[in-house]
Nanobody, 128 residues
Framework: QVQLEESGGGSVQAGGSLRLSCAAS????????MGWFRHAPGKEREGVAT???????SYADSVTGRFTISQDISKSTLFLQMDGLKPEDTAMYYC??????????????????????WGQGTQVTVST
């Protein structure tokens, strides 16, 4: 059974940091890539960062230099370190994975339409 479980969300002031974690079932962790997506009310779903099975990483321009995606394969866990948080980072953050032959590559891994598995999300709220 495929499972993705996020944790680490919360409320912080602008400039603060949070670290999101995603515990993945071993099966999901053998996916072609995994990543973090976010969705804020009134905005389109956005691919924040993805990491492929070969280690290639893709970041959205809006978070480059502030967010860092990483993984601990031995623990089947995906992380998102978020520093220099801004109010516009406020959103529900989802851990996601793509399995199968129709997965994307490169920057297209941040396109949510290719995702096959989603976690239930964790809320991040950044105040001024």
């Amino acid at each position: 059974q495929v499972q993705l479980e996020e944790s680490g969300g919360g409320s912080v002031q602008a400039g603060g940091s949070l670290r999101l974690s995603c515990a993945a079932s071993a099966y999901t962790y053998s996916s072609q890539y995994m990543g973090w997506f976010r969705h804020a009310p009134g905005k389109e779903r956005e691919g924040v960062a993805t990491i492929a099975s070969d280690g290639r990483i893709s970041y959205a321009d809006s978070v480059t230099g502030r967010f860092t995606i990483s993984q601990d394969i031995s623990k089947s866990t995906l992380f998102l370190q978020m520093d220099g948080l801004k109010p516009e980072d406020t959103a529900m953050y989802y851990c996601a994975a793509c399995r199968g032959r129709r997965c994307a590559s490169g920057e297209s891994t941040r396109d949510w339409k290719y995702i096959t598995d989603w976690g239930q999300g964790t809320q991040v709220t950044v105040s001024t």
